[in-house]
């Protein structure tokens, strides 16, 4: 076992005490969430620590870190520290490799974000969460004080570990691995097939996430159809693809994001004024 | 005014709950109680709150869906049930109108305020400053939490009836047009990661992504696991395991 204050790995800077200190900082992981990004600043702000230590030679890596890290996340927050422990792995690994391609960061943290989220929120908002209103509920009911501290409880206890395990488990997977990968000459297919999955990932979440809908009809009365119910029957979920097309273009065309942000909320007062989306 | 003063801050207390790890202290079950010992019944506070929480048992926030506002909901709910002295229910018909007004407000916090600050915490980490995103970031939750603490302090003070007053002044238009765009932010979030994430080659894989949830509404996961299917189909990781990484290099290298 290694003290808290020696690098973890050979070669790498970051501590266990450094993944404590992600840990803490990973609490606040939802409070900024927002529509477009969701918890990117949380993110950020969690593995900030971290990416100021691997990057402490190299101010405009930092930045250019602290920008890829800012982007679009998302996860059920009591185990987002296993995604910032395997991001901080692999930024370490970029310093320290000339051919790494720093956008298999956000593919990795994609890939994983998703599915990673499907089985969080199941196991910890749908099973824990609800077993725990199960018994602090039937104490609370006769107006007793322990139902609301067993709720909090039982919620709490493993949810924290769990949280505090990922911290740990996230960095050594990644680093391990990392390594294995580099040693054996596959860099080059491993980040191809972050690619892949990544970008599959995104493209599931843009159907899952996304919605769009038309509320306008064709004909009137008991003749009318919804132009949705059309679209439905020829690729459901159509608009969302379309919504994120345009935003990919534009965004091509280096269109001020602050631009998008304000034009979307006006599209959309616009089109429920005239009943177009809904 | 005092009790009100203290409920807003039970409200600032419950909404801190995603600063301090999502440990769901704001949830009604939880604040009831701390509402009970403001208007000095515990007792009623601990029962009142429990109906609230199983009336909101569904009400949580999973992936990108946003509840109406519980912890608003919650307070004021158990609240006007002790002072009135009628049922949760009646109580929580009272609260309703406030706890709308506050999902209204989230709706424009989520959909327009904080993405802009998302803007801000963007042109931090341009010039490096580690310390200004983390303030960003927690000085967006804290405005939250103010307007929450601003929400229940109106809403107690001036009673429901007032706050319904409020709602319905609010132009349909502009809370569905709000809505509507907080359905379409999240592709421009993807958009802007699948731009970094993204090239020529995988380009397909994006499609089979969005075609598997679309048809056959896969969840993520089933898509993940499909994924690395993929990957073992297109990528061939048993040959070349000793080649340099020279000798099966530019797999990757055109990005657009």
Redesign the interface.
Known sequence: MTTSNQPIKENGVITKKDLKRMFW??????????????M???F??MI??G??KIYKND?EK??EA???N???F?IT??ISTFVGGITLAMEEMNVNNE?F?T?SI??VK??LM??L???G?SIL?GTL??L??GI??SL??????L??IL??LI??VP??IL?YVCAMKGYELGATYLHKIQS??????F???A???????????????????MALQIGSGDSATLIQDVLDGI????L??V??GV??KL??KKVN??W???G??L???????FGI?? | MLQALLLGCIAFIGKCD????????Q?P??L??LVGLVLGD???G??I??IL??AF?GQ?????YIPPNVIVGGVLGTAFAITTGGGAEIAFTMAFPIALLAQAIDNV????V??????L??K?????N?KA??A???G??FLTCTVLFLITFFGFWLGGAQIQAIVDSIP???T????????????????????????K???P???????????FS????G??????I??FL??D?TT??????EA??G??DD?F
């Open positions: 900082r990973s609490l606040p992981m939802e409070f900024s969430w927002h529509y477009e990004r969701q990117h600043m949380g950020c702000s900030s620590k990416l100021e101010k930092l930045k602290l920008k890829r800012l982007e679009f998302n927050p009591h051919d391609d956008n956000n593919s994609a890939a998703g599915p989220s499907g089985i929120d908002l969460r609800i725990a209103v602090g509920a609370a009911a006769q107006g007793n004080v139902g609301p709720f909090l919620f709490n949810a924290f949280r054996s000459g596959l860099m080059q297919k980040m191809y097939a690619g892949i999955l990544g970008t599959m990932v995104i493209g599931g979440m843009t159907n899952e996430l996304v919605s769009v809908n690729l459901p979920g159509m969302a693809l919504v994120m935003y990919y965004l091509d994001v602050m998008l942000l304000i979307t909320a599209l959309g007062i616009v089109c429920a004024q989306l809904g | 995603l600063a301090t790890g999502t440990n769901m202290i949830r079950i939880v009831g109680p515990l007792k009623l601990v029962q709150g429990v929480e199983l048992l949580v926030s999973v992936g990108a916090m989520f959909s327009v904080r993405p802009m600050l998302g803007r915490a963007d931090y980490a341009d010039q490096g580690v995103i983390t960003v970031h927690m967006t939750g349909p238009g502009i569905k047009g709000l809505s509507i765009a907080s359905g379409m932010l999240p592709a421009l979030g993807f958009a802007m990661l699948a731009r970094m994430v993204m090239n080659q995988v380009v894989f994006f499609f089979l992504g969005f075609l598997l949830s679309a048809y896969i969840p993520v996961v898509i993940a696991c499909l994924g690395i993929a990957v297109k990528i990781f070349n395991n000793n080649t340099s990484i099966e290099g797999v990757d990005d």
